[in-house]
Nanobody, 115 residues
């Protein structure tokens, strides 16, 4: 059974940084594409980034390109999302998933960007 646990969310001021983590278990992590998605209140689920199993292929949504960096540690079965220059519009619940559709995903970690 796929098990994903996100962490690292917090309240941060605009322009600040956060690093999210997603601990994975229950599947062959080193063979899996991993994605990060987010959902703001009243909005749909938005895919924001994915990384290939070896980390050689990475893509970002335009909304985060140049500010967010995805990475992974296959030995720790963990995927990360480094978020820099955060904006108020980045406020959302952030999820990791084994697919770009967000299914399955973890319980999420809340990021709030506010002064």
């Amino acid at each position: 059974e796929v098990h994903l646990v996100e962490s690292g969310g917090a309240l941060v001021q605009p322009g600040g940084s956060l690093r999210l983590s997603c601990a994975a278990s229950g599947f062959t992590f080193s063979a899996a594409y991993m994605s990060w998605l987010r959902q703001a209140p009243g909005k749909g689920l938005e895919w924001i980034s994915y990384i290939s199993p070896a980390g050689t292929t990475i893509d970002y949504a335009d909304s985060v390109k140049g500010r967010f960096t995805i990475s992974r540690d296959n030995a720790k079965t963990t995927v990360y999302l480094q978020m820099n220059n955060l904006r108020t519009e980045d406020s959302a619940m952030y999820y990791c998933s084994t697919s770009r559709s967000g299914v399955p995903r973890g319980q999420g970690t809340q990021v709030t960007v506010s002064s």
